[in-house]
Protein backbone atom coordinates (compact mmCIF):
# COMPACT_ATOMS: atom_id res chain seq x y z
CA UNK A 1 0.00 0.00 0.00
CA UNK A 2 2.87 2.63 0.82
CA UNK A 3 4.77 1.79 -2.03
CA UNK A 4 1.22 1.98 -4.33
CA UNK A 5 1.42 5.29 -2.54
CA UNK A 6 4.83 6.49 -2.86
CA UNK A 7 4.45 5.35 -6.97
CA UNK A 8 1.16 7.54 -7.26
CA UNK A 9 2.93 10.95 -5.54
CA UNK A 10 5.87 10.16 -8.22
CA UNK A 11 3.95 10.08 -10.90
CA UNK A 12 1.33 12.84 -9.93
CA UNK A 13 5.02 15.18 -9.19
CA UNK A 14 6.15 13.79 -12.80
CA UNK A 15 2.77 15.19 -13.99
CA UNK A 16 3.13 18.75 -12.53
CA UNK A 17 6.93 19.09 -13.47
CA UNK A 18 6.10 18.09 -16.77
CA UNK A 19 3.00 20.70 -17.16
CA UNK A 20 5.47 23.38 -15.71
CA UNK A 21 7.75 22.79 -18.15
CA UNK A 22 5.39 23.17 -20.83
CA UNK A 23 3.62 26.06 -19.97
CA UNK A 24 7.21 27.38 -19.40
CA UNK A 25 8.50 26.46 -23.10
CA UNK A 26 4.73 27.89 -24.20
CA UNK A 27 5.04 31.13 -22.32
CA UNK A 28 8.42 32.07 -23.66
CA UNK A 29 7.84 31.21 -27.25
CA UNK A 30 4.44 33.21 -26.98
CA UNK A 31 6.37 36.29 -25.61
CA UNK A 32 8.99 35.97 -28.28
CA UNK A 33 6.30 35.86 -31.19
CA UNK A 34 5.04 38.92 -29.61
CA UNK A 35 7.96 41.02 -28.76
CA UNK A 36 8.89 40.49 -32.16
CA UNK A 37 5.28 41.50 -34.05
CA UNK A 38 5.54 44.59 -31.23
CA UNK A 39 8.77 46.15 -32.75
CA UNK A 40 7.97 44.99 -36.48
CA UNK A 41 5.03 47.36 -35.62
CA UNK A 42 6.44 50.05 -34.57
CA UNK A 43 9.36 50.14 -36.56
CA UNK A 44 6.87 49.96 -39.65
CA UNK A 45 4.83 52.79 -37.83
CA UNK A 46 7.81 55.48 -37.71
CA UNK A 47 9.20 54.74 -41.23
CA UNK A 48 6.03 55.49 -42.40
CA UNK A 49 4.98 58.80 -40.60
CA UNK A 50 8.80 60.01 -41.65
CA UNK A 51 8.34 59.19 -45.13
CA UNK A 52 4.63 61.12 -45.40
CA UNK A 53 5.92 63.92 -43.19
CA UNK A 54 8.77 64.74 -46.24
CA UNK A 55 5.93 63.89 -48.68
CA UNK A 56 3.31 66.20 -47.29
CA UNK A 57 5.61 69.19 -46.41
CA UNK A 58 6.45 69.36 -49.80
CA UNK A 59 3.19 69.06 -51.23
CA UNK A 60 2.14 71.75 -49.21
CA UNK A 61 4.46 74.11 -49.89
CA UNK A 62 3.70 73.83 -53.43
CA UNK A 63 -0.04 74.00 -53.38
CA UNK A 64 -0.75 75.96 -49.57
CA UNK A 65 -3.72 73.69 -49.24
CA UNK A 66 -5.06 74.02 -45.50
CA UNK A 67 -6.58 70.51 -45.44
CA UNK A 68 -2.93 69.35 -46.82
CA UNK A 69 -1.60 71.37 -43.57
CA UNK A 70 -4.12 69.67 -41.33
CA UNK A 71 -2.82 65.90 -42.71
CA UNK A 72 1.15 67.25 -42.09
CA UNK A 73 -0.04 68.25 -38.84
CA UNK A 74 -1.51 65.07 -38.35
CA UNK A 75 1.32 63.13 -39.30
CA UNK A 76 3.95 65.31 -37.18
CA UNK A 77 1.90 64.00 -34.32
CA UNK A 78 1.84 60.51 -35.51
CA UNK A 79 5.75 60.32 -35.65
CA UNK A 80 5.88 61.30 -31.78
CA UNK A 81 3.38 59.26 -31.04
CA UNK A 82 4.93 56.29 -32.59
CA UNK A 83 8.31 56.96 -31.19
CA UNK A 84 6.50 57.56 -27.52
CA UNK A 85 4.93 53.98 -28.51
CA UNK A 86 8.52 52.60 -29.92
CA UNK A 87 10.26 53.49 -26.18
CA UNK A 88 7.20 52.63 -25.07
CA UNK A 89 6.81 48.98 -25.88
CA UNK A 90 10.44 48.46 -25.44
CA UNK A 91 9.86 49.15 -22.00
CA UNK A 92 6.70 47.22 -21.77
CA UNK A 93 8.18 43.70 -22.72
CA UNK A 94 11.23 43.98 -20.44
CA UNK A 95 10.97 41.11 -17.97
CA UNK A 96 9.55 41.62 -14.49
CA UNK A 97 12.82 42.64 -12.21
CA UNK A 98 13.87 43.24 -8.51
CA UNK A 99 11.72 46.57 -8.36
CA UNK A 100 8.46 45.51 -10.72
CA UNK A 101 7.51 42.20 -9.81
CA UNK A 102 4.90 42.42 -12.19
CA UNK A 103 6.61 44.02 -15.28
CA UNK A 104 6.22 46.50 -16.69
CA UNK A 105 3.13 46.72 -18.84
CA UNK A 106 1.72 49.35 -17.72
CA UNK A 107 4.14 51.73 -19.71
CA UNK A 108 2.01 50.91 -22.72
CA UNK A 109 -1.30 53.05 -20.85
CA UNK A 110 1.37 56.01 -20.06
CA UNK A 111 2.28 56.00 -23.56
CA UNK A 112 -1.60 55.88 -24.82
CA UNK A 113 -2.29 59.00 -22.64
CA UNK A 114 0.97 60.86 -23.93
CA UNK A 115 -0.46 59.95 -27.63
CA UNK A 116 -4.41 61.34 -26.63
CA UNK A 117 -2.68 64.13 -25.54
CA UNK A 118 -0.20 65.02 -29.11
CA UNK A 119 -3.85 64.12 -31.04
CA UNK A 120 -6.01 66.11 -29.31
CA UNK A 121 -3.45 69.05 -29.28
CA UNK A 122 -3.19 68.62 -33.12
CA UNK A 123 -7.09 68.68 -33.54
CA UNK A 124 -7.69 71.96 -31.65
CA UNK A 125 -4.82 73.79 -33.64
CA UNK A 126 -6.68 72.49 -36.73
CA UNK A 127 -10.15 73.43 -35.44
CA UNK A 128 -9.07 77.01 -34.67
CA UNK A 129 -6.96 77.65 -38.29
CA UNK A 130 -10.08 75.95 -40.01
CA UNK A 131 -12.25 78.44 -38.45
CA UNK A 132 -9.88 81.24 -39.26
CA UNK A 133 -9.79 80.36 -42.93
CA UNK A 134 -13.56 79.51 -43.26
CA UNK A 135 -14.56 82.95 -42.12
CA UNK A 136 -11.92 84.74 -44.26
CA UNK A 137 -11.25 85.16 -47.68
CA UNK A 138 -11.04 82.48 -50.03
CA UNK A 139 -7.14 81.61 -50.39
CA UNK A 140 -6.27 79.71 -54.10
CA UNK A 141 -4.27 76.59 -54.30
CA UNK A 142 -1.85 76.20 -56.90
CA UNK A 143 0.21 73.06 -58.01
CA UNK A 144 -3.20 70.90 -57.13
CA UNK A 145 -2.13 67.98 -59.55
CA UNK A 146 1.23 67.73 -57.19
CA UNK A 147 -0.99 67.52 -53.90
CA UNK A 148 -3.48 65.07 -55.88
CA UNK A 149 -0.60 62.83 -56.24
CA UNK A 150 1.00 62.59 -52.77
CA UNK A 151 -2.23 61.97 -51.33
CA UNK A 152 -3.16 59.06 -53.54
CA UNK A 153 0.62 57.76 -52.52
CA UNK A 154 -0.16 58.78 -48.92
CA UNK A 155 -3.19 56.64 -48.79
CA UNK A 156 -1.65 53.23 -50.20
CA UNK A 157 0.97 53.68 -48.00
CA UNK A 158 -1.16 53.93 -44.93
CA UNK A 159 -2.91 50.99 -45.85
CA UNK A 160 0.00 49.05 -45.86
CA UNK A 161 1.06 50.50 -42.38
CA UNK A 162 -2.93 49.58 -41.45
CA UNK A 163 -2.78 46.03 -42.74
CA UNK A 164 0.66 45.34 -40.58
CA UNK A 165 -0.69 47.06 -37.17
CA UNK A 166 -4.35 44.96 -37.24
CA UNK A 167 -2.17 41.68 -37.68
CA UNK A 168 0.06 42.64 -34.87
CA UNK A 169 -3.18 43.52 -32.49
CA UNK A 170 -4.70 40.43 -33.85
CA UNK A 171 -2.26 38.74 -32.36
CA UNK A 172 -0.74 40.65 -29.25
CA UNK A 173 -3.34 42.80 -28.06
CA UNK A 174 -0.91 45.43 -27.84
CA UNK A 175 -2.97 48.70 -25.70
CA UNK A 176 -0.12 50.90 -27.64
CA UNK A 177 -0.10 49.85 -31.14
CA UNK A 178 -4.14 49.91 -30.99
CA UNK A 179 -3.27 53.39 -30.19
CA UNK A 180 -1.02 53.90 -32.76
CA UNK A 181 -3.61 52.54 -35.00
CA UNK A 182 -6.41 54.80 -34.35
CA UNK A 183 -3.37 57.47 -35.37
CA UNK A 184 -3.58 56.12 -38.61
CA UNK A 185 -6.65 55.49 -39.23
CA UNK A 186 -7.74 58.80 -38.51
CA UNK A 187 -4.53 59.74 -41.08
CA UNK A 188 -6.57 57.56 -43.77
CA UNK A 189 -9.45 59.56 -43.52
CA UNK A 190 -7.55 62.83 -43.12
CA UNK A 191 -5.68 61.61 -46.47
CA UNK A 192 -9.12 60.79 -48.69
CA UNK A 193 -10.48 64.10 -47.29
CA UNK A 194 -7.81 66.19 -48.42
CA UNK A 195 -7.59 64.32 -51.71
CA UNK A 196 -11.08 64.88 -52.46
CA UNK A 197 -10.52 68.91 -51.49
CA UNK A 198 -7.84 69.33 -53.73
CA UNK A 199 -10.04 67.71 -56.40
CA UNK A 200 -12.77 69.92 -55.07
CA UNK A 201 -10.62 73.46 -55.66
CA UNK A 202 -9.47 72.02 -58.42
CA UNK A 203 -12.80 72.87 -59.99
CA UNK A 204 -13.16 75.89 -58.23
CA UNK A 205 -14.81 74.90 -55.16
CA UNK A 206 -12.67 76.46 -52.42
CA UNK A 207 -14.44 76.23 -49.21
CA UNK A 208 -14.45 72.61 -49.32
CA UNK A 209 -10.68 72.50 -48.23
CA UNK A 210 -11.36 74.14 -45.21
CA UNK A 211 -14.44 72.50 -44.41
CA UNK A 212 -12.83 69.26 -44.52
CA UNK A 213 -10.37 70.44 -42.54
CA UNK A 214 -12.29 71.56 -39.98
CA UNK A 215 -14.60 68.17 -39.96
CA UNK A 216 -11.18 66.34 -39.25
CA UNK A 217 -9.94 68.03 -36.77
CA UNK A 218 -13.77 67.56 -34.77
CA UNK A 219 -13.33 64.22 -35.48
CA UNK A 220 -9.86 63.69 -34.07
CA UNK A 221 -11.36 65.29 -30.94
CA UNK A 222 -14.21 62.87 -30.65
CA UNK A 223 -12.02 59.34 -31.23
CA UNK A 224 -9.54 60.08 -28.80
CA UNK A 225 -11.55 60.59 -25.97
CA UNK A 226 -12.49 57.36 -25.81
CA UNK A 227 -9.18 56.16 -26.54
CA UNK A 228 -7.98 58.29 -23.24
CA UNK A 229 -10.39 57.11 -20.99
CA UNK A 230 -9.87 53.09 -21.79
CA UNK A 231 -6.01 53.84 -20.45
CA UNK A 232 -7.01 56.04 -17.54
CA UNK A 233 -9.58 52.37 -16.31
CA UNK A 234 -6.32 50.19 -17.06
CA UNK A 235 -4.21 52.23 -15.10
CA UNK A 236 -6.80 52.04 -12.41
CA UNK A 237 -6.73 48.08 -12.91
CA UNK A 238 -10.15 47.86 -14.32
CA UNK A 239 -11.47 43.99 -14.26
CA UNK A 240 -11.91 41.74 -17.07
CA UNK A 241 -14.97 41.97 -19.22
CA UNK A 242 -17.99 40.20 -17.89
CA UNK A 243 -17.49 38.08 -20.62
CA UNK A 244 -14.17 36.69 -19.92
CA UNK A 245 -14.84 36.48 -16.20
CA UNK A 246 -17.12 34.07 -17.29
CA UNK A 247 -15.23 32.18 -19.84
CA UNK A 248 -12.48 32.20 -16.85
CA UNK A 249 -14.53 30.36 -13.89
CA UNK A 250 -16.19 28.05 -16.35
CA UNK A 251 -12.97 26.75 -17.74
CA UNK A 252 -11.53 26.58 -14.55
CA UNK A 253 -14.87 24.88 -13.33
CA UNK A 254 -14.77 22.51 -15.96
CA UNK A 255 -11.58 20.70 -13.95
CA UNK A 256 -12.81 17.04 -12.59
CA UNK A 257 -12.74 17.51 -9.03
CA UNK A 258 -12.76 21.27 -8.92
CA UNK A 259 -16.26 22.03 -6.74
CA UNK A 260 -16.70 25.52 -7.17
CA UNK A 261 -15.07 28.90 -7.81
CA UNK A 262 -14.80 32.38 -5.90
CA UNK A 263 -12.89 35.68 -5.36
CA UNK A 264 -12.26 35.76 -9.51
CA UNK A 265 -10.14 38.86 -9.51
CA UNK A 266 -8.54 40.01 -12.57
CA UNK A 267 -6.67 43.50 -14.29
CA UNK A 268 -4.74 44.04 -17.29
CA UNK A 269 -0.73 45.30 -17.26
CA UNK A 270 -0.35 46.09 -21.28
CA UNK A 271 -1.18 43.36 -22.95
CA UNK A 272 -0.93 40.85 -19.64
CA UNK A 273 -4.09 39.81 -18.50
CA UNK A 274 -3.54 39.32 -14.57
CA UNK A 275 -5.89 36.10 -13.01
CA UNK A 276 -6.42 35.68 -9.16
CA UNK A 277 -9.18 32.73 -8.36
CA UNK A 278 -9.60 30.39 -5.53
CA UNK A 279 -10.72 27.41 -6.15
CA UNK A 280 -12.81 25.22 -3.81
CA UNK A 281 -12.11 21.09 -3.22
CA UNK A 282 -13.29 18.36 -1.37
CA UNK A 283 -11.86 18.69 2.29
CA UNK A 284 -9.44 15.74 2.60
CA UNK A 285 -7.83 15.73 -0.31
CA UNK A 286 -3.96 15.10 -0.03
CA UNK A 287 -1.90 18.31 -0.84
CA UNK A 288 -0.19 16.82 -3.76
CA UNK A 289 -3.30 15.97 -5.75
CA UNK A 290 -4.76 19.42 -4.52
CA UNK A 291 -1.54 20.85 -5.88
CA UNK A 292 -2.63 18.68 -9.05
CA UNK A 293 -5.74 20.28 -9.42
CA UNK A 294 -4.66 23.50 -8.95
CA UNK A 295 -2.11 23.34 -12.28
CA UNK A 296 -5.17 21.61 -14.44
CA UNK A 297 -7.45 24.77 -13.36
CA UNK A 298 -4.59 26.77 -14.29
CA UNK A 299 -3.69 25.67 -17.54
CA UNK A 300 -7.18 25.28 -18.59
CA UNK A 301 -7.67 29.07 -18.17
CA UNK A 302 -3.99 29.46 -19.93
CA UNK A 303 -5.45 27.61 -23.28
CA UNK A 304 -8.06 30.89 -23.47
CA UNK A 305 -5.44 33.37 -22.42
CA UNK A 306 -2.18 32.28 -23.57
CA UNK A 307 -0.35 35.27 -22.00
CA UNK A 308 -1.98 35.52 -19.26
CA UNK A 309 -0.18 35.77 -14.81
CA UNK A 310 -3.02 33.30 -12.80
CA UNK A 311 -2.28 32.56 -9.52
CA UNK A 312 -4.60 30.12 -8.12
CA UNK A 313 -5.46 29.43 -4.26
CA UNK A 314 -7.36 26.02 -3.22
CA UNK A 315 -9.73 26.56 -0.19
CA UNK A 316 -11.50 23.54 1.36
CA UNK A 317 -14.80 23.74 0.49
CA UNK A 318 -17.46 24.25 3.24
CA UNK A 319 -15.01 26.32 5.41
CA UNK A 320 -14.70 30.13 5.65
CA UNK A 321 -12.43 31.65 3.13
Known amino acids: MINYALAQRRESRARMASSGLNDSNTGKNVSDDK ?8 YASVATASLLIIAKLIAWFMTGSMSLLATLLDSTMDILASLITLFAVRIAIAPADEDHHFGHGKAEQLAVLAQSAFI ?4 IVLVLNSLDRITGEDVMLENESAGIVVMVFSIIATLILLSIQRYVIRKTNSAAIKSDSLHYQVDLLTNIAVLAALIGTSYGYHQVDNVLALLIGG ?15 QLMDKALPEEELQEIE ?27 MHLDLEPHTPLIYAHDLGVQAKRAVLDYLPEADVIVHLDPEGHDH
Open 120 to 123: GGSA
Open 250 to 276: KRALSVDGVLGIHDVKTRMSGSTPFIQ
Open 35 to 42: NRLLKLAT
Open 219 to 233: YMLFSVRSLAWDSIE
